[in-house]
C-alpha cells in the first residue's frame, strides 16, 4: 500500500505545488469533467443501493409519513435542478481536495502498518462530533433574517424531505459551500489536536457523510445510536417542519445541550 501511494503522489504531482482549490490534482479538463460524471453516477448508484437495502429490510416510514400529514414539495423546479447542478461541481470540488489532502498531509497515516484504534475510530468520532457542534452554529446563524433568504431559505421549501439526496442537495451553492466548509474546520481540528488521522478514516467519513444526509432526507424511521450519541431521521424531518428546532446533522447532543431540541411530533401541532 505505501509503494502503490507513493506511485500515485509521484504521477499526480511530480513534485509540483498546489495547483489551486478547484483543480488540485491539475488534470485536463476533459479529465475533470470526466471525474464530475463520475461522481454523479455514483452517487445514483448509491442511492439506488440504500433505497433498495431500506426496502429489502423493510424499514417502516416515519409515523408522520403514514399517510402523510402534509405535502411538502411534490414537484422539483428549474431553480432546484439549477442548484443540484451547482452543487455536483461543488462536492466534485470538495472530494478532489479531501483526496488530495489525505494523499499527501504529513498528518495522515497511510501504511497498513500504522493502523491505529487512534487513528481510526477515535479521530471519525472526533470529527464526526466536532463537525456537527461546528454545523450547529452555522446552521443557526444560516436561520438569522439576515442571512436566511440568501442561503437556507432555498432548501426550507421541502417541509417533508423524501427523495434522499435531491432533497438533500436541493440547497443554496452559498449554503453547500457553508457546510462542506465546516466538515474541512472540523478536519483540520482534529489533525492538530487528535495528532493522527488515518487514510481509511477520510474514505469512511466521507462514506458515512453521504449516507447520513441522505438517510436525513427520507421518509424512513431510521435512528442509530453508538457511545451514548443518537442519529434519528425524526430529529431533522422536524427541522424541516418546525426550523426553530434541531440545528445539528447528525446528534442531537448539541441541541440538547443549548435547548434547541425538540423531540419528534407525527401531527401538524407546532413545536414549542
Known sequence: MDSLIRNVNVTLYQGEEFHGYLNPFNLPIETWFALLGLKACGQCFLDVF??????????????????PIMKGLQRLQTKDYLCLLANQVIETIFMMNWCRFFLVDSYVERSLSGFTLW???????????????????AHRIMHLPA???????????????????????????????????CVWAALYIVKHTVGSVHVVTGLVYLLAYAVLAFL??????????????????RAHEMHHRFPTCNYAQNTMIWDKILGTFQPYKSTKLHAR
Open 50 to 67: 440504500i433505497l433498495m437495502s431500506l426496502k429489502i429490510l423493510k424499514v417502516p416510514k416515519m409515523p408522520s409519513r403514514t399517510p
Open 119 to 137: 487513528n481510526t475510530a477515535v479521530s471519525f468520532y472526533a470529527i464526526f462530533l466536532v463537525d456537527d457542534v461546528i454545523y450547529y452554529f
Open 147 to 181: 442571512f436566511y433568504p440568501w442561503c437556507h431559505k432555498h432548501h426550507h421549501r421541502q417541509s417533508m424531505p423524501r427523495r434522499g439526496y435531491l432533497d438533500a442537495a436541493n440547497e443554496s451553492p452559498l449554503e453547500q459551500i457553508i457546510g462542506l466548509s
Open 216 to 233: 436525513n432526507h427520507t421518509e424512513y424511521d431510521i435512528s442509530l445510536g453508538f457511545l451514548g450519541l443518537g442519529y434519528s431521521v
